[in-house]
């Protein structure tokens, strides 16, 4: 398999796993989507592939970064859960964001 067809097929697989989450979610079914997107499916195939790619280090440097981007992520989701009620969709995304990316750059400031 090419170089090429391989990230074709990446974005295949992923595109699907957003298209079955957006399905379920956008039906009243939010429970099932988040578990679809929660589960790990993607960051699975993820390590699948990074694996097959390139072996056991860069695997386990991905999981540990993985952790290291929790914190971040909880504070996205929260914000999400708090603000979309208060200030709409859009504004409460926009923040949330933002509060994820200046939180992915403490952690990474925090971890060198």
Do not use: C
Request: glycine share 10%; charged share 5%.
């Amino acid at each position: 398999m090419t170089e090429f067809a391989k990230y074709v097929l990446y974005f295949i697989i992923g595109g699907t796993l957003v298209s079955v989450s957006t399905y379920l979610g956008s039906h009243g079914k939010g429970f099932v989507a988040a578990l679809a997107s929660t589960l790990p499916v993607i960051s699975g195939v993820t390590f699948i592939l990074i694996y097959l790619n390139a072996g056991d280090s860069p695997t386990v440097s991905f999981a540990k970064n993985m952790i290291w981007l929790s914190p971040p992520w909880f504070i996205y989701v929260g914000t999400m859960i708090a603000l979309v009620p208060k200030f709409g969709f859009w504004p409460a995304y926009g923040l949330a964001l933002l509060l994820y990316a200046v939180g992915v750059g403490v952690t990474r400031l925090f971890i060198q």
